[in-house]
């Protein structure tokens, strides 16, 4: 059974800087192209960001294009969001999100539907 394990949410202060790791377990790591997605209360959930199988490729949802930057480790099974200069906007939970796919697009990527496997959620708050 794969499980996905978010760590490294917490309270920072706008224009700090944080690293979301999410761990997966039960299923090689590289027959998955990842995700990262958040929501905050009473919105609906957000694409953040996605990477492909073997890395080389990654798209970014337009609220966090130049900020964020996503990373993958084949070896130790993890998936990175390192999160720059960020604003009291980007407070929500962040989700990482396991997809078995193929194929890897920019736009499928960004669909909550794409992904068959979903961490339990890691709260990033921001304050001013």
């Known amino acids: 059974q794969v499980q996905l394990v978010e760590s490294g949410g917490g309270l920072v202060q706008a224009g700090d800087s944080l690293r979301l790791s999410c761990a997966l377990s039960g299923r090689t790591f590289s027959s998955f192209a990842l995700g990262w997605f958040r929501q905050a209360p009473g919105k609906e959930r957000e694409f953040v960001a996605a990477?492909?199988?073997?890395?080389?490729?990654?798209y970014y949802g337009d609220s966090v294009k130049g900020r964020f930057a996503i990373s993958r480790d084949n070896a130790k099974s993890t998936v990175y969001l390192q999160m720059n200069y960020l604003k009291p906007d980007d407070t929500a939970v962040y989700y990482c999100?396991?997809?078995?796919?193929?194929?890897?697009?920019?736009?499928?990527?960004?669909?909550?539907?794409?992904?068959?496997?979903w961490g339990q959620g890691t709260q990033v708050t921001v304050s001013s």
């Open positions: 990477i492909s199988y073997t890395g080389g490729v990654q």
């Open positions: 999100a396991a997809d078995e796919g193929p194929p890897f697009t920019r736009a499928s990527s960004s669909w909550v539907t794409t992904y068959d496997f």
